[in-house]
């Protein structure tokens, strides 16, 4: 069964300096997410991405963060200067349509030092 | 202000108990999600549901659009079903994702 998968599983960093985390969205999917989980915290909504542009964003999702679709199968979010907050899981998800069912990454856990 | 509210926040169940979770929401939605959060951070989709009731093996998925409320129901409950489990909802008026804070589930055998 097709799945979504990330890399890292696990970055460590320090403050200040840029990550970036993969992800390969299931094939024929069209919209692309990025959410993140503190630890101990509910999931949060980042970024939703569809025909190579971002759709929506949240609050959190601030100057310090993009996303990039540099290929035909990869997505990528970058965190340009990394703070102590950004520590977090970080789940990639994708879908066919938009409402639809989502399929989720098994997440990279992001430690900044 | 919690735009989705779960309950319970914890709960412990003995093996073959019927389970309710519930979430009720404040927005307008699209769409609702019920995903499941294994012990080691993984999530999985169960449902998507926009009316009505989704059923799939045992786990049941109801809504109640005008009430604005939802129910997630495991018959005959398993230790493998222990997990969080999350409500999410799609809001209508920015397409955003809201979730609820999840429900902790542990079934004992």
Known sequence: EPEVTQTPSHQVTQMGQEVILRCVP?????????????????????VSF?????????????????????????????????????????????????PDTQYFGPGTRLTVL | KNEVEQSPQNLTAQEGEFITINCSYSVGISALHWLQQHPGGGIVSLFMLSSGKKKHGRL???????????SLHITASHPR?????????????????????GTRLTVKP
């Open chain 1, 26 to 46: 299931i094939s024929n999917h069209l919209y692309f997410y990025w959410y993140r989980q503190i630890l101990g915290q509910k999931v949060e909504f980042l």
């Open chain 1, 50 to 98: 569809y025909n190579n542009e971002i759709s929506e964003k949240s609050e959190i999702f601030d100057d310090q963060f993009s996303v990039e679709r540099p290929d035909g199968s990869n997505f990528t979010l970058k965190i340009r200067s990394t703070k102590l907050e950004d520590s977090a899981m970080y789940f990639c998800a994708s879908s066919e349509e938009r």
């Open chain 2, 60 to 70: 049941i998925a109801t809504i109640n659009i005008q009430e604005k409320h939802s």
């Open chain 2, 81 to 101: 079903d222990s997990a969080v489990y999350i409500c999410a909802v799609l809001d209508r008026a920015n397409n955003d994702m809201r979730f609820g804070a």
